[in-house]
Nanobody, 124 residues
Framework: QVLLVESGGGLVQTGDSLRLSCVASEPPFDRFAMGWFRQAPGKEREFVAA????????YYADSVKGRFTISRDNAKDTVYLQMSDLKVEDTAVYYC?????????????????WGQGTQVSVSS
């Protein structure tokens, strides 16, 4: 069982930036695909971004392309989500995800492990 611990959420204003971090407790982190999902109140959980094991391939939801950047540091067992130009509609609980299936040709991601989530709230 892989434990994922997110941090970095908070309350910000529109146009601000935040960086989320997710640390994995167990190896082999550097063999895992990793990703971020989010769930807004009253909505289903949705895909935000994913990154393959090496960091060489990244995938984004259309709603965050150009504003969010996913990256990883395998030496620190950590994946990041840099969020810029935040909008009110980005308000959600953000979940880190690990392992599972990441489809290179489509970017579809079906994780095995989930974190507990971190709240991101954007006010106007």
């Amino acid at each position: 069982q892989v434990l994922l611990v997110e941090s970095g959420g908070g309350l910000v204003q529109t146009g601000d930036s935040l960086r989320l971090s997710c640390v994995a407790s167990e190896p082999p982190f550097d063999r895992f695909a990793m990703g971020w999902f989010r769930q807004a109140p009253g909505k289903e959980r949705e895909f935000v971004a994913a990154i393959n094991w090496s960091g060489g391939s990244t995938y984004y939801a259309d709603s965050v392309k150009g504003r969010f950047t996913i990256s990883r540091d395998n030496a620190k067992d950590t994946v990041y989500l840099q969020m810029s130009d935040l909008k009110v509609e980005d308000t959600a609980v953000y979940y880190c995800a690990a392992d599972g299936e990441l489809q290179d040709y489509s970017g579809a991601y079906y994780p095995t492990y989930w974190g507990q989530g971190t709240q991101v709230s954007v006010s106007s």
